[in-house]
């Protein structure tokens, strides 16, 4: 059975990346005062955080059409018989449901939809092994349930500059915001069944990351290995020493760098930094 991979724009794979372990891609879009981009085709991160700051308007952001979905599918259906089609949560967007809306669809190709609950480099972990266990010969069942396996170790963490991108964007509630009286701290945030929800309140960003890394070292005591990604809005180099601090202090985890690209900048800002983690397998 040959089976093509799939994921979206949000899990910010790169172009080798992507050649590399033969993963297709489909594209969110950012709408701007100028007019709406495919992220990663038609803008890159730096050009939308610079069109951005000089604007008045907040940006907004769409799921691909459910067409779309039809057409690569059925575009893949010519070489593939099956599809794994991997997406950001669908607590946060209705990309996964188009995807599953098309895949009822098309014939002549079976799709299968993981509903990763998270995004960004996360995502892109789950597509990574998706495609090398394809490679490897590996049947949908196998890889849909290394998936799964996978899904109970993951664990992202993120520290916005500023929450009211999240809370206009409606991903995370302005009650759960006021409520908890985020605004004034520097929120460490997290997924919980699927959808944004406040972890911890900090005063700082320095002792947010702080927090951060502790929840890392927890996880990196109890697994042998682990992968971790540091995700970065705009701010590479800052993104850059604290993945470099933190390879000093955990021998076991194997690091690399990523980013939030135009669409979950769009929801999260310029400056939030991320990290995000699981257990190798
Ligand atoms: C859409 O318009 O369908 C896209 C909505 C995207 C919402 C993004 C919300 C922030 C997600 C943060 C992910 C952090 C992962 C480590």
Redesign the pocket.
């Known amino acids: 059975m040959r089976i093509a991979i799939v994921t979206d724009s ?1 899990a910010y794979l790169t172009p080798e990346e992507r050649a590399r372990y033969n993963i297709h891609m489909i594209p ?1 879009s950012v709408n701007l005062e100028d007019g709406s981009y495919e992220e990663e085709v038609e803008i890159t991160s730096s050009e939308f955080y610079d069109k951005v700051r000089n604007q008045k308007q907040f940006p ?4 691909p059409a459910v067409g779309k979905f039809v057409e690569l599918f059925n575009e893949l259906s010519k070489d593939y018989d099956d599809v794994i089609s991997i997406h ?2 669908s607590g ?4 996964f449901q188009g995807a599953v809306q098309a895949g009822q669809m098309v014939d002549g190709i079976t799709v299968y939809t993981f509903d990763s609950e ?6 892109g972990l789950y597509a990574i092994k998706a495609a090398e266990m394809s490679k490897q010969g590996a049947s949908v069942e196998q890889i849909m349930s290394t998936l799964e396996e996978m899904k109970s170790t993951m664990d ?3 520290v916005v500059d500023d929450l009211t991108h ?1 809370q206009r ?1 409606g ?1 995370l509630s302005s009650a759960a915001a006021l409520v908890g009286g985020l605004l004034q701290v520097k929120p460490i ?1 997290t ?1 919980d069944n699927k959808a ?1 929800v406040p972890f911890e309140k900090i005063r700082t960003k320095k002792k947010a990351l702080r927090r951060v890394e502790e929840l890392l070292a927890k996880s990196a005591q109890e697994h042998e290995r682990l992968q971790a990604t540091v ?1 970065h809005a705009n701010c590479e180099e800052e993104g850059r020493e604290w993945m470099k601090q933190l390879a000093e202090s955990y021998p076991n985890v194997e690091f690399s760098l990523s980013y ?1 690209g135009p ?2 900048g ?3 800002g310029e400056a939030s930094l ?1 990290l ?1 983690w699981v257990k190798k397998i």
């Not at 946060?92 to 990309?95: E, K």
């Open positions: 949000t969110l907004k952001t769409t799921q950001l949560s946060i967007s209705g990309t998270i995004s960004c480099a996360p995502q992202a963490y993120f999240l964007g991903r945030l997924f944004i995700i939030f669409v979950i769009t929801h999260l991320g995000g």
